[in-house]
């Protein structure tokens, strides 16, 4: 009944189906205008160029880096809003090995057979 159904409505509700269609590829794109930092980082590093060229001078850099950096941060919460995948992942700093730690360490299965030592 259903695929008839969906024939004799169809006068009816292709127009809305039609029109629901569309507004969902217009937010596609609109999210995929949001959450796109291309252009942001090509920004900053135009900055940068002018910076090395001497165009600007170091107080005017850092004006327009913290509004650069910002644009970002506000991309990369559309991102996380919307679900979608941040590029590059969390950041995460490995803690520093101690001296007591590189001596208790296992390297695997070294095979010391097949190892060069340079004896002079």
Do not use: C, N
Not at 31 to 45: A, H, M
């Amino acid at each position: 009944m259903g695929l008839l159904s969906r024939i004799l409505l169809a006068p009816f509700t292709g127009p809305i189906d039609a029109a629901m269609w569309t507004l969902e590829k217009v937010q596609r794109v609109v999210e995929d205008e949001v959450t796109d930092d291309t252009p942001i980082k090509e920004e900053l590093f135009r900055l940068q160029l002018s910076l090395d060229a001497g165009e600007i001078d170091d107080d005017e850099y850092l004006e327009r880096e913290a509004a650069i950096m910002k644009r970002l941060r506000d991309v990369r919460e559309w991102r996380e809003r919307l679900g979608r995948s941040i590029a590059g992942g969390p950041v995460r700093v490995a803690r520093a090995p101690d001296a007591a730690d590189v001596g208790d360490a296992d390297f695997g299965d070294i095979d010391e057979s097949r190892a060069t030592h340079d004896t002079e």
